[in-house]
């Protein structure tokens, strides 16, 4: 009793609600992959956070959707048509939503969530996490961006990234979009507390008025 009161507190704190994890549709060659995976899984649940994915039943993908589910949280696959034969073997977990393409994956992924975590993958999941990076450059989003570093997996992206800063192609504003730490507690912590400060904030704030003020423009015409 006494750790589901805990659970409903740890929940009722959270700014978020579910959570979108890219990662690979294979394990990697180290245990410490599939540890943080599970870890991640045993984190969502413990904060009794759902979970939004890429649909596999394979590779790190499998093993955190399992993990979720089996700890009771809701889990939405969301997985183009044609990689359905190829990323899911055997019995999947939670609800399993069909799309037509990756760029309709990668839209319903984003609209179902509240913040975004990267675990290890190849090039996919790096094309995704990019993404959503840039869609906070952009102001198109002020989600929450994560990665866990497991092992320092993510070193050399860190290291471009920081280079990218320093010969003038990402403001240091930009390059604090993304956060990161090596385990998935540190991390989600620190998704929590998190708050935009880099131009893409304005940009969505300005994006947003307009957008307000084109449907009150188109409202008043109608009325007429």
């Not at 990697?28 to 759902?50: F, I, M, P, Q, T």
């Not at 999941?125 to 002020?142: M, R």
């Not at 860190?158 to 990161?180: E, Y």
Request: net charge negative; with cysteine; proline share 3%.
């Amino acid at each position: 009793m006494e750790e589901t009161n805990n659970n409903e507190a740890v929940n009722v704190n959270s700014r978020f609600k579910r959570v979108c994890v890219f990662c690979g549709s294979s394990t990697g060659k180290r245990n410490s992959y599939r540890d943080a995976a599970l870890e991640l899984g045993k984190e969502l649940v413990s904060r009794r956070l759902d979970l939004v994915y890429g649909g596999g039943s394979v590779g790190l993908m499998g093993l955190v959707s399992q993990e979720v589910h089996r700890g009771g949280g809701h889990v939405l696959g969301i997985i183009p048509k044609t990689l359905m034969s190829k990323e899911i073997t055997g019995e999947t977990v939670g609800e399993v939503k069909p799309v037509a393409d990756m760029h309709q994956r990668k839209a319903e992924m984003a609209r179902h969530s509240d913040c975004f975590i990267a675990l290890p993958g190849g090039y996919g999941t790096l094309e995704e996490l990019l993404e959503v990076i840039t869609w906070a450059q952009l102001g198109i989003h002020d989600k929450p961006v994560g990665l866990i570093n497991v092992d320092g997996y993510y070193n050399y992206l860190l290291t471009f990234l920081d280079k990218a800063v320093d010969d003038g192609f990402i403001t240091p504003s930009q390059r604090n979009i993304i956060v990161s730490a090596p385990t998935a507690t540190e991390l989600v912590q620190k998704l929590e507390e998190y708050v935009p400060m880099h131009d893409g904030v304005v940009a969505k704030a300005r994006w947003e008025a307009e957008q307000l003020e084109l449907n009150s423009s188109l409202q008043t015409e109608l009325a007429r």
